[in-house]
């Protein structure tokens, strides 16, 4: 089976340079495998020493790099797409160019990209395809982007291109939006089956992993931690943690004495928090990891593992179950703070707010007469219980 690895984390934790090393580790197994850069600041090039283009480039046997320019996907995958959101922007912002707008809309960039993962991981042979993200920021904002967008797109554009012709004039008196030729109307269709696609293809335990990059200091920590916790809230697979720049033990240097112990703090802070993945250590080198032989280093002390890219089951995960007769949802949401999550049920959906974040989680037919009747949050875990709604008690019995 085909697997994508999604390497996250905060800016400069040694992101390019772990997905980098995966992916000599697997050409060296005889796999062909793929390492793609999301991160617009593209850093592939420098560490292979030489400049890589628009489109894929082979690097050596079974390792092909490329560094996605979203623009230039944008314009040759969806031009019509493109201008007609490009449109939308430009009645905001006068006279300005609607192409460029658009590429500053938050995810907007990431999501690009990631749509041509999805088509590379359809079309090409590719075995394994290893992705270098951009920081953890960006990366979570475009991991919920295609639940967001075909959210807004079903409110938008609830029918078929038809109903669009027909409702035209009295669309744009009462939404004030332009509607969308018919070109961009099938280039909408395209995206949205694509959309929802990528979104399969991104939840997919079978297809997908996420392995999330840390430091052993603390705003790296906070933030990797709120970083699992909203991957579990829209249930994404991370299987693998890596701690990276840990200083040796034997430094042999007074002034790292106290350093040692504040990374060993954060080290046994962050096995307990992520108990369930596979911990992988990344030591500190004495030198940049520039260029491809440095690099190797890691292969060699800390990928040396065979289960580095087996597909692993992780037990947490967000899933209904019987219980008594009503049902339960339960959803992992580790380091999530109880007052910071909040709870409703909408009419087919049950939508959980943590912090900035919300994810409506749909509902199974059989739920749809059942409502929440309480929710517990204990030990990363959140339990939502569902009773059956008995109504007009008495008229029928
Ligand atoms: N374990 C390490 N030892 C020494 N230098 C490292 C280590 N990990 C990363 N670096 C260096 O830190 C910088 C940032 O690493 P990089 O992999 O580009 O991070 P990111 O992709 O997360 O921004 C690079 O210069 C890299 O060579
Ligand atoms: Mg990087």
């Known amino acids: 089976m085909k697997r994508i690895y999604i390497f996250t984390g905060k800016g400069g934790v040694g992101k390019s340079s772990i997905a980098t090393a995966h992916a000599i580790k697997s050409a060296g197994e005889g796999v062909r495998t793929l390492l793609v850069s999301t991160d617009m600041a593209h850093n592939l090039g420098d560490i292979f020493g030489r400049k890589l283009g628009a489109d894929i480039e082979t690097i050596s046997r079974n390792l092909d790099v490329y560094e996605i320019a979203p623009e230039y996907v944008m314009e040759h995958e969806f031009p019509e797409i493109g201008n007609y959101l490009g449109y939308l922007l430009s009645e905001e912002i ?18 690009f990209s990631l749509l041509r993962i999805a088509e590379i991981y359809d079309k090409e042979d590719y075995e394994r395809i290893i992705v270098d993200c951009a920081p953890t920021g960006e990366t ?43 070109a961009a109307m099938n280039d909408i269709e395209k995206l949205y089956v694509k959309l929802a696609g990528l979104q399969e293809l991104l939840k997919n335990r079978d297809v997908t992993s996420i392995r999330i990059v840390t430091t052993p200091e ?47 703090g954060y080290i046994s802070l962050l ?15 004495d030198e940049e990891l520039k260029g491809r032989e440095n690099i190797e280093r890691i292969v060699a002390d ?6 580095v890219f087996a597909a692993r089951v992780i037990a947490e995960r967000e899933c209904f179950r019987q219980v ?4 339960q949802l339960e959803v992992f949401l580790p380091g999530a703070k109880k007052e910071e999550i909040d709870l409703y049920q909408a009419a087919t959906d049950v939508v959980i707010k943590a912090g900035n974040f919300k994810r409506n989680i749909p509902l199974p037919n059989i739920l749809r007469s059942y409502e929440v009747a309480g929710a517990k949050f204990e030990e990363g875990k959140l339990r939502i219980r569902f009773e059956k709604v008995w109504e007009g008690s008495g008229e029928h019995a």
């Open 140 to 182: 979570l904002s475009l991991l919920k982007f295609p639940e967001l967008l075909s959210w807004y797109m079903e409110k938008l554009f609830p029918i078929g291109k038809v109903g669009v012709r027909i409702l035209e004039p009295i669309s744009k008196a009462a939404f004030k939006v332009e509607m969308p030729n018919k």
């Open 324 to 327: 008594g007769d009503g049902y």
């Open 218 to 264: 603390k705003m790296v920590v906070e933030e990797t931690k709120r970083n699992y916790m909203y991957m579990n809230l829209y249930d994404f697979n991370v299987d693998g943690l890596y701690i990276n720049r840990i200083l040796p033990k034997d430094i042999g240097n007074p002034f790292f004495e106290q350093w040692l112990d504040i990374q060993q």
């Open 302 to 307: 800390v990928l040396a593992d065979d289960e």
């Open 94 to 111: 006068d006279g300005s160019n609607g192409l460029q707008e658009l590429c500053m809309i938050p995810g907007m960039e990431e999501l």
């Open 271 to 285: 096995k307990d928090t992520f108990a369930a993945l596979p911990i992988y250590e990344v030591p500190w080198y």
